[in-house]
């Protein structure tokens, strides 16, 4: 479903699509179609609105997944609990469902400071892009990164 008129021979140059990753392969297809210059702008123009919008719609579908997954697996852990609590280790079994019990170790860490730095991981340092922004604005020298002017495309 297009939100807007699409001519046919635009969307005809999907046809070499990385399945994974959308990206177009055949840029040689959209670029020897032959139509009026203002007519094959307005047409991708319109074709990157229609992708974004679809984008937009499944980011939000997936985002609800997310949220209905999480839900889900937090009532199963609450259960889990609740039936621990409720077996305190004893065997259950019937024609649907049998549960048993496993043990397993884990680390409680009380003070990781107390530990040699054998026993730690540290993570790559990460840049704040936003504070060395408005370093770099306000004139501040830094070595290392520079300011850089884009031009960013607006379709609306």
Do not use: H
Request: with cysteine; aromatic share 6%.
């Amino acid at each position: 479903m297009n939100l807007y008129e699409i001519n046919a021979e635009i969307l005809n140059c999907m046809d070499e699509v990385d399945e994974e990753t959308g990206e177009l392969l055949n840029w040689e297809k959209l670029d020897a179609l032959v139509m009026e210059r203002d007519k094959k702008i307005e047409g991708i123009a319109c074709w990157i609105k229609d992708l974004i919008a679809e984008g937009k719609a499944l980011k939000e579908e997936k985002d609800s997944f997310a949220k209905r997954q999480k839900a889900a697996e937090n009532k199963a852990e609450q259960l889990k609990k609740y039936l621990t609590n409720a077996l305190q280790g004893e065997k259950f079994k019937t024609e649907k469902v049998a549960i048993s019990w496993k043990k397993s170790e884990s680390v409680e860490v009380k003070d990781w400071k107390q530990l040699e730095d054998d026993y730690l991981r540290y993570k790559e340092p990460e840049v704040d892009k936003t504070a060395v922004k408005i370093a770099l604005k306000n004139g501040l020298p830094l070595n290392g990164v520079r300011l850089v002017e884009k031009k960013n495309i607006q379709i609306k």
